[in-house]
Structures are given as structure tokens and as C-alpha cells.
């Protein structure tokens, strides 16, 4: 059974930084998009940034140049770096994980981000 575990939410002020991870195990595919997604209250589950297996990346345009993914193809991990946190950032962030036969999804870490 595919899981996903993410870590690294919590409360953060306007300005600062954050870190979240997602391990995945269980699984005897290779994934080759791993990526972060987030909802915010009241909108739709929206791309924040995908890494694939060749090394490429794909970024919302509102965290352009303030995030950045890079996983541990050797360990099944993504990271999300995330600076200069903004208010519109806060919602709840998911870890997804792709390859040919299907996809999954984490449960979810909760980023505020204060003004």
C-alpha cells in the first residue's frame, strides 16, 4: 500500500520560511512527478510545483522564484522549500505522487502564514 507522509507545516509570519517533506513508500514503481499542491479555504486544490524523474520542474506562477521542490529520487522524498511566505500562501498542502499506473496523495499539512 502506497503512503505518503508529510511533515514540516505549522504557523509562520509573513516574510519567513518553511520546509515540508514528503516520504513515500510502498510502492515497486518509480514515480515520475512528485509534487506539492495546496487549498486554500473556500478554492480549488491548486499546482504549487512538480518535479519529475529528468530533473524538470513546474511552478504556479505566484511561487515563482520564492519556492523550490527538489526530491530524493534514492530515498522517495520531496521537498518544498518555501521563502517569503505571503498571507495568500496559507492553506493546506498536499504531497502527490505519480507514475503510470495511477497516482496518490498525502494527507495534507496545514502552512498559516500571518501578516
Known amino acids: 500500500q502506497v503512503q505518503l507522509v508529510e511533515s514540516g507545516g505549522g504557523l509562520v509570519q509573513a516574510g519567513g520560511s518553511l520546509r515540508l517533506s514528503c516520504a513515500v513508500s510502498?510502492?515497486?514503481?518509480?514515480?515520475?512527478?512528485m509534487g506539492w499542491y495546496r487549498q486554500a479555504v473556500g478554492k480549488q486544490r491548486e499546482l504549487v510545483a512538480a518535479?519529475?524523474?529528468?530533473?524538470?520542474?513546474n511552478y504556479a506562477d505566484s511561487v515563482k522564484g520564492r519556492f523550490t521542490i527538489s526530491r530524493d529520487n534514492a530515498k522517495n522524498t520531496v521537498y518544498l522549500q518555501m521563502n517569503s511566505l505571503k498571507p495568500d500562501d496559507t492553506a493546506v498542502y498536499y504531497c502527490?505522487?505519480?507514475?503510470?499506473?495511477?497516482?496518490?496523495w498525502g494527507q495534507g499539512t496545514q502552512v498559516t502564514v500571518s501578516s
Open positions: 502527490n505522487a505519480a507514475h503510470s499506473f495511477g497516482h496518490y
Open positions: 518535479a519529475t524523474t529528468d530533473g524538470s520542474t
Open positions: 510502498g510502492s515497486v514503481f518509480r514515480f515520475k512527478s
